[in-house]
Nanobody, 123 residues
Framework: QVQLVESGGGLVQAGGSLRLSCAASGRTFSIGAMGWFRQAPGKEREFVAAISWSGGTTYYADSVKGRFTISRDNAKNTVYLQMNSLKPEDTAVYYC????????????????WGQGAQATVSS
């Protein structure tokens, strides 16, 4: 069992930045990759970004490419999502996820989820 605890998020004006963190504990040896998803009101949860735990290979949804950066700190078992140039349409609950690999995460084949962190972007 892997536990994921998120922090960060909040309210920011359009064009601003926010940073999310996700700390993993428990059976962290089972983590091959971690990622972020988001769910806006009335919409389905969607993939945002993923990073492999060993080599650091990253993947992004087209909607956030060039604005968001996913990174990891293996020593702290923590993954980050730096969100810049935020837009009102980025408003959502952001979920941290862990899985066996980036291929699986991009296909929503996740074995652990965080509790979610609200990010609100005002216009």
């Amino acid at each position: 069992q892997v536990q994921l605890v998120e922090s960060g998020g909040g309210l920011v004006q359009a064009g601003g930045s926010l940073r999310l963190s996700c700390a993993a504990s428990g059976r962290t040896f089972s983590i091959g990759a971690m990622g972020w998803f988001r769910q806006a009101p009335g919409k389905e949860r969607e993939f945002v970004a993923a990073i492999s735990w060993s080599g650091g290979t990253t993947y992004y949804a087209d909607s956030v490419k060039g604005r968001f950066t996913i990174s990891r700190d293996n020593a702290k078992n923590t993954v980050y999502l730096q969100m810049n140039s935020l837009k009102p349409e980025d408003t959502a609950v952001y979920y941290c996820a862990a899985g066996p690999g980036t291929w699986e995460i991009r296909r929503n084949q996740v074995h652990s989820w965080g509790q979610g962190a609200q990010a609100t972007v005002s216009s």
